[in-house]
């Protein structure tokens, strides 16, 4: 692979890291003290939707999506620069590019697997960044690490599907802008094949029978700037049949063609995190002094620096290497790529903050610096899209094939 960016990617990187200095990061305090003056915490701040204007005007809109017909027709190669720089502030740049999750991953699975009108109804909107959408897939009853456990029934009733089930985790449900739902749940549970037991189907957020319980926190966090993490129960929800996404029993294989891109995207921003995490650590080094001398001539900020350094560096070829491969052999092709850098990556940053953290002493856990919230958002995806056992499970086995 050539590790150069192409002109459009150099050009695109200079045009979002000016929007970053002059819009985003001066954005961050301003959403936090109008969402304080708002009706309801899950409401979105004026700022946000200025921001959202603003990328749209500068074409800093859905860089994530592949597809030109629907997205800026950019490479997982040409994007991962490009949201490592909205991880620097991972609470309100994607959500400003239109390039958040889960909407990215729900946009993705309808410009692959919708049917026309699916695509006009719900892509469409999705895309102009009008509205915001849910993925309902993780349940509380159930290790959903293993898919297969999901209990939530989708079933066929004349025209319709009925659903029955409660999920939890439900990232963006809480965002009153939140207008659709991808749901999984098993249509033919006897299938003898547990793959094909699942089905995916669109359920609009005012369907009768759905029922937003709770929002769920994250380390005490509720993530309002995300739209929140929501407990969601379907009483017999009823959709038409035509909501259905894709073939009744495809649910799994949609779903892992959905997650391939949101694991890599989840990393590209992670390396952003890392690195804002650095550049605090730097800053805090050279403007405290401990025992006599400035902390950046203490031998172990020295240590965490220059290993935090070599760290980021190894992951960021790493995560390269896997966008690299996911264009030219496809998702499937980077297989072992893509679970290696979801086993990597968080772990990797994780540390990088923390000891980030541990510099910043009382201040590293405060609200004035966002490196508690990086934190959590980085321990978080460890569980997400898979936690790091189920990924290194499937990496062992192709590995062992190898000698069977």
């Known amino acids: 692979m050539d590790f150069a960016y192409d002109a459009r990617t150099e050009e695109l990187r200079a045009t979002l890291l000016a929007f970053m200095d002059e819009y985003v990061h001066p954005a961050e305090v301003t959403a936090h003290e109008q969402r304080a003056q708002l009706a309801s915490p899950w409401d979105t701040p004026q700022v946000v939707e200025d921001l959202k204007a603003e990328a749209r005007r500068q074409g800093l809109w859905n860089l994530f999506l592949p597809d030109a017909e629907h997205g800026a027709g950019?490479?997982?190669?040409?994007?991962?620069?490009?949201?490592?720089?909205?991880?620097?502030?991972?609470?309100?740049?994607?959500?400003a590019l239109n390039c958040a999750a889960p909407d990215t991953g729900n946009m993705e699975a309808l410009a692959q697997f919708g049917s026309d009108e699916q695509k006009k109804q719900w892509l469409q909107p999705l895309l102009a960044g009008e509205i915001r959408s849910a993925f309902a897939m993780t349940e509380p009853e159930v290790a959903s690490s293993d898919a297969t456990n999901i209990e939530t029934r989708i079933e066929r009733d004349g025209d319709d599907y009925v659903i029955t089930g409660r999920k939890w985790?439900?990232?963006?449900?809480?965002?009153p802008d939140c207008a659709i739902f991808i749901v999984m749940g098993k249509t033919d549970p006897g299938n003898a094949d547990v793959r094909r037991q699942q089905s995916m189907v669109l359920v609009p957020r005012d369907t009768p029978g759905v029922e937003i319980r709770r929002a769920m926190q994250v380390y005490g966090?509720?993530?309002?700037?995300?739209?929140?993490?929501?407990?969601?129960?379907?009483?017999?929800?009823?959709?038409p049949a035509s909501n259905l996404i894709g073939e009744a029993g495809g649910g799994f294989a949609i779903a892992q063609a959905r997650l391939g891109p949101g694991r890599i995207h989840h990393c590209m921003r992670l390396i952003g995190m890392a690195e804002r995490a650095i550049e605090l650590m730097c800053r805090r080094a050279v403007s405290r002094t401990?025992?006599?001398?400035?902390m950046a001539q203490q031998g172990v900020v020295q240590e965490w620096i220059a290993d935090a350094r070599v760290a980021v560096e190894q992951v960021r070829l790493l995560v390269l290497k896997t966008a690299w491969l996911m264009d030219t052999v496809g998702n499937r092709g980077a297989h072992t790529e893509i679970q290696a850098i979801k086993i990597a990556t968080p772990r990797t940053v994780l540390d990088i903050i923390d000891k980030a953290i541990q510099l910043h002493g009382a201040g590293g856990v405060s609200q004035d610096f966002p490196l508690a919230e990086l934190w959590a958002s980085a321990r978080t995806l460890r569980l997400a899209d898979g936690p790091d056992e189920v990924h290194q499970r499937s990496l062992a086995r192709r590995e062992l094939k190898k000698y069977l």
């Not at 401990?290 to 400035?294: D, L, T, V």
């Open 290 to 294: 401990a025992f006599g001398k400035p």
């Open 169 to 175: 985790y439900i990232s963006g449900a809480m965002n």
């Open 74 to 95: 950019l490479t997982n190669l040409q994007y991962a620069p490009l949201a490592e720089i909205t991880g620097r502030s991972p609470h309100l740049a994607p959500t």
């Open 221 to 239: 966090y509720e993530d309002h700037s995300h739209g929140g993490h929501a407990e969601v129960v379907f009483h017999g929800a009823r959709v």
